[in-house]
């Protein structure tokens, strides 16, 4: 279920808890194959099946910035910014890639709301997601995304 934030106070409530969790997704060979051509990143431990089943992680693994690009889509999952105020990516503070996705898995984001400021252009929204993997004991990314809204 979405969670829609109507203001800033709200958003601002909501700081320091979990506001929801992503559908699960699976990130299929196609996916990793279009994001490598869309970004020229074309390294073999993407895209070379053979290749990388005798590599480091016994198989193709996804690209890092594509784990990280699926936060928008979950976080369209998650929650939703019914302020009336044009909104902003903003950044990114943080991110880490602490287990590689092998190509095949499924993956899924837990959001909270990290941090609410004022800014001189509006109010800045810092975001927490940490993707998860099915069945692994380690996230695949934690990331920290920031959003202006003006």
């Known amino acids: 279920m979405v969670r829609t934030f109507t203001n800033a106070e709200e958003i601002e409530a909501a700081i320091g808890t979990p506001i929801g969790v992503s559908d699960w997704l699976t990130i299929d ?11 020229g990143d074309h390294q073999w ?12 992680f016994g198989g193709t693994i996804v690209h890092g910035y594509l784990t990280l690009s699926l936060v928008v889509m979950f976080g369209h999952q998650v929650f939703e910014f019914a302020t009336g105020k044009p909104m ?17 898995s499924r993956v899924r984001a ?30 695949a990314c934690v990331a920290e995304t920031v ?4």
Do not use: C, W
């Not at 060979?29 to 970004?39: C, E, G, K, L, W």
């Not at 902003?88 to 095949?104: A, C, D, E, M």
């Open 29 to 39: 060979q196609d996916r990793v194959n279009q994001f490598a051509d869309a970004t």
């Open 45 to 56: 431990i993407h895209l070379d099946a053979e290749r990388a089943a005798n590599g480091p």
């Open 88 to 104: 902003i990516n903003y950044g990114v503070n943080k991110v880490r890639f602490p287990s590689p996705v092998l190509v095949g």
């Open 110 to 139: 837990e959001v909270s709301v990290l941090a609410v400021q004022p800014v001189s252009a509006g109010t800045q929204v810092t975001m927490g997601f940490v993707i998860e993997i099915e069945g692994a004991s380690k996230p």
């Open 147 to 150: 959003i202006l809204m003006l």
